[in-house]
């Protein structure tokens, strides 16, 4: 099952999927993208952290904590970086119904202009655990085709799931599969068997639905 406090859930507003099939880390996914572009696939990956000292994790991920305005800002691991990648980077305030954090956006500043691309990088902190990822949310020269706005929308639906309580609940995560779908009618939880050791839960509920998984 992995650790206490890896699981999560999201609101799945773009016919997703998500599943765990990987110690520790997750994934959410659709099979057609939310805007047209070509980077490729949409997808968001996620990464279970426990125990990690909150600052060592964001600092990883390309934030810090400001203390005095209670947000985080931008974090850079030296004079280089303060130069080269700062004016080119943002940082998004996330918050969710039980979690907190932020997303930062830095743009590629080397390679043939065509070709450079958007990266982003993510925490999101409950408790003492944090999920947190990386990835490329658009390319420089197709700003139509930016998933950055459906990234920010599935990040900020993402809750963790109390897995403490509850051994019917964990038991059904265990078994369930990785799609996620809605329901024809009503409201139930109902766990999709893909193999015994997929990691996602569907719950299926009105419109839109949600999906969880344990990061096992």
Not at 119 to 145: D, I, N, R, W
Not at 183 to 190: H, K, N, R
Not at 201 to 206: A, F, G, K, Y
Request: with cysteine; aromatic share 8%; charged share 25%.
């Amino acid at each position: 099952m992995g650790q206490p406090g890896c699981a999560i859930s999201v609101v799945n507003y773009f016919d997703g999927h998500l599943a765990s099939r990987m110690k520790m880390t997750a994934g959410y996914w659709t099979d057609t993208p939310p805007v047209q572009s070509t980077l490729g696939d949409f997808g968001i990956r996620f990464k279970c952290r426990i125990g990690q000292q909150f600052d060592d994790a964001a600092q990883t991920y390309g934030a810090q904590w400001d203390e005095g305005k209670r947000v985080w800002k931008l974090h850079d691991e030296d004079a280089s970086d303060r130069k080269l990648l700062l004016p080119g980077s943002r940082i998004y305030q996330l918050k969710s119904s039980n979690a907190t954090g932020f997303l930062r956006t830095t743009d590629e500043v080397s390679g043939d202009e065509d070709q450079r691309v958007r990266f982003y990088s993510f925490c999101l902190f409950h408790e003492k655990t944090a999920v947190c990822g990386e990835g490329q949310s658009m390319k420089l020269e197709e700003p139509k085709g930016n998933y950055l706005p459906a990234i920010l929308r599935i990040l900020r639906s993402v809750s963790f799931v109390d897995d403490r309580k509850g051994g019917d609940q964990r038991r059904r995560m265990a078994m369930a599969g990785s799609t996620c779908r809605r329901p024809t009618c009503g409201s139930i939880a109902m766990p999709i068997s893909r193999s015994g050791r997929d990691g996602a839960l569907l719950r299926m509920t009105q419109r839109p639905t949600v999906c969880a998984t344990h990061l096992r």
